[in-house]
């Protein structure tokens, strides 16, 4: 198998042509650059839904608010935040574009990613652009890996490839086994150039429509090993990119704490739905009496039950990422009960939000059917955000509850 050396590259047209540094700008004021950016996103979502991507306008904007590099190493010139910018940042954008923010979690995610990978494969790729976007497909089932000389030949094709269009790499996930129909022995991920890949256009969906979550296929590809990376260095213990990146946010077991990369897009949903409604309802009276919505002791329950989820969801999100933040400022080492835990609180605030987002529908009443109204939008997109594995109660809530009956089995990926 030939030696693949660095792939020549050009970056996308998009991206900033100078350099930027965001590493003096601190959490608030990074929330305040999200915020600044509401109302240009409320006016692009329907535009992003429609095109089924970032549209390239709204990729330059998140570019020059430097809320693509917030978990960036600060030695490249990122921002370098605690993990709960992600929940922070996602859910101020998916008040007003769930796709929007979904896309800037995703993406933003692989920068913290990247920091643990090779050195040489962050060079390679921070060194042509600190600004450049990463996508990837975390299913692993979908790729297979054959160990060859000097690195891996990978086959597949992965859904869901949130921003693809916008990204000139992708981090694939793939199986490796010793026989074809051999048990896997290692799960990696293979960071691969949009020059290798085909992009298929499968994402017509009814929710979170403008990510652009298309299918990505390769087929006997060499990919060199420093160019892969096995996902159990991901647990919260040394790596490749240690030496190179050995702060707090890249001590963190990064698997573990995936979902609050996204969990902050439901959160936004949750909080957008009840602005949108809430705020309507003060001021709308029901079709069927003509007396005021807000006056029946029905709605005004199904407010306070809402209100109830949305904040103790908000609560149970930001006080999983300060714990982890916490520990690994500490040096402890992590337990398999701090990842179980982990997981299993994203998946329940996760449903709490989703929940509230239904309570919200139904105060909307039909007024919430009208394309012209966000909370269709909301809804749409919050039913599609609880669709991700990693906020599956059956998957999640098992692995919690395993645990925590002593019920021994293979160990999880985290």
Known sequence: MPDAGPIAWSPSPVLPK??????????????SRARALKPVLAERAETCERLRRLPDETERALHDAGLFRVAQPVRVGGAELDVGIFVDVCAEIARVCPSTAWNIG??????WMLAYWDPRIQEEIWGKSVDTLIATSLAFPSGRGRKVDGGYEVTGRWPLSSGIDNSDWNMLAFMVREKDDGPPVDQRFAIVHRSQYEIIDTWHAVGLAGTGSKDVAVKNLFVPDYRTITAWSMNGKPHL???LNPEPLFRLPLLALGPYVLSGVMLGCAQGAYETTVGTARKRNATSTGLPVGATQAIQLK???ASARIDTAEVVMKRVCEHAMAKARSGADWTHDDKVRYRRDAFFSVRMC????????NVAGSSGLYLGNSMQRLFRDAHACNAHVMFSPDLQGSLYGQHALGIAGPPPLM
């Open 354 to 361: 989703f929940e509230a987002v239904n309570i919200l529908m």
């Open 106 to 111: 995703n993406l933003a995610s692989h920068h």
């Open 18 to 31: 100078k350099p930027m540094s965001f590493a003096d700008v601190g959490y608030e004021e990074m929330l």
């Open 303 to 305: 407010v306070a039950e």
């Open 241 to 243: 990119g240690s030496k």
